[in-house]
């Protein structure tokens, strides 16, 4: 969606509505191609005071994910407000504004930034997952291996071979 950042600053009524929905696409984010599920929902306000430009909106839509320890897909909601603040006076002392030099804002490219600074950095499917075996490689959070688990620093591990060839 793209607001006429004139029409708000020298308008009657300094603000305007913000409720739409759009498809965002795929995207890559450290690695892993997030996949959006169904819309995206933006609904919010944009008003001037003065030459600031302040976007308050609320954001929703579902993201598909892959869990970085059992790597399974997952959904992850996103429900999140923000605020923004926009100028086109290159001279503003407001230091939170973002300086604009088009006459138009492009409030989705806006929306995905937000969605996009959001995302945790390690994305679990749930808080107790339990990953993948790291000898077979089953997910641990629907079977159970009988692997061989010896919790062993691999940093001694050339150290093990001493004490295992040692004559009596």
């Given at each position: 969606?793209?607001?006429?950042?004139?029409?708000?600053?020298?308008?009657?009524?300094?603000?305007?509505?913000?409720?739409?929905?759009?498809?965002?696409?795929?995207?890559?984010?450290?690695?892993?191609?997030?996949?959006?599920?169904?819309?995206?929902?933006?609904?919010?306000?944009?008003?001037?005071?003065?030459?600031?430009?302040?976007l308050?909106?609320?954001?929703?839509?579902?993201?598909?994910?892959?869990?970085?320890?059992?790597?399974?897909?997952?959904?992850?909601?996103?429900?999140?407000?923000?605020?923004?603040?926009?100028?086109?006076?290159?001279?503003?002392?407001?230091?939170?504004?973002?300086?604009?030099?088009?006459?138009?804002?492009?409030?989705?490219?806006?929306?995905?930034?937000?969605?996009?600074?959001?995302?945790?950095?390690?994305?679990?499917?749930?808080?107790?997952?339990?990953?993948?075996?790291?000898?077979?490689?089953?997910?641990?959070?629907?079977?159970?291996?009988?692997?061989?688990?010896?919790?062993?620093?691999?940093?001694?591990?050339?150290l093990?071979?001493?004490f295992?060839?040692?004559?009596?």
């Open positions: 969606m793209k607001v006429q950042i004139s029409d708000i600053i020298s308008g009657r009524d300094r603000s305007k509505k913000i409720n739409y929905t759009f498809e965002m696409p795929k995207f890559d984010f450290e690695g892993d191609i997030i996949k959006p599920i169904g819309p995206c929902e933006v609904v919010g306000v944009i008003f001037s005071d003065s030459d600031i430009l302040i308050n909106a609320k954001i929703k839509t579902n993201l598909e994910m892959i869990c970085s320890r059992c790597l399974d897909t997952f959904i992850y909601p996103i429900d999140i407000d923000i605020e923004e603040r926009f100028t086109t006076n290159s001279d503003s002392k407001d230091d939170e504004a973002i300086v604009v030099m088009d006459d138009v804002l492009d409030i989705t490219e806006i929306v995905e930034t937000s969605i996009i600074s959001t995302l945790p950095i390690k994305r679990v499917c749930k808080d107790d997952c339990k990953g993948l075996c790291q000898e077979c490689g089953c997910n641990l959070n629907y079977e159970t291996c009988s692997c061989h688990k010896e919790d062993v620093d691999i940093r001694f591990e050339a093990r071979g001493l295992d060839n040692k004559e009596v």
